[in-house]
């Protein structure tokens, strides 16, 4: 005997069954970033937060600005780069929270990084990191 067949739900027309797009596709419609930038997203946000005091201090202690004030005057001194700690392990010290924060965060455009809130950090963050998600869709 087979098991009973509910009636059938015809989708609207013009509506498109999400498994018919592609994975991609649909994260981009959604305006969802994919694991890797999330990830990313995350990070920087935990950045914005200890160097702007909001983050608990077991946080903060391990993201330290490069711009030391005894420094020369030059051109980089006043970048809001952070100090990228030395390690040894090259396959597990760059993933460190304390290295890979500093390595994304000086790798970010200067207009993202000097947000003056965080809510404008947040926006301009995940914009820069949908457009490097999804460099060939526009």
Known sequence: MSAPVGPKRSRPSGV?????LPHHRR????HWLLAPERILYK???L??????GGAPHYLSSLVHVA?????RALRSAGSNRLLIPPFKLSTVGGRA???AVAQFWNRLPDNVKSANSL???????KCTLFQ??????S
């Open 67 to 71: 711009d030391v004030p005894d420094r």
């Open 97 to 99: 929270f304390p290295v």
């Open 27 to 30: 994260t981009y419609q959604l």
């Open 16 to 20: 498109s069954s999400e498994s018919s």
């Open 119 to 125: 809510s404008a950090f947040r926006q301009k963050l």
């Open 132 to 137: 490097q998600s999804f460099p060939d869709i």
């Open 43 to 45: 990070t920087a946000f």
């Open 47 to 52: 950045a914005y937060k200890a160097l702007h």
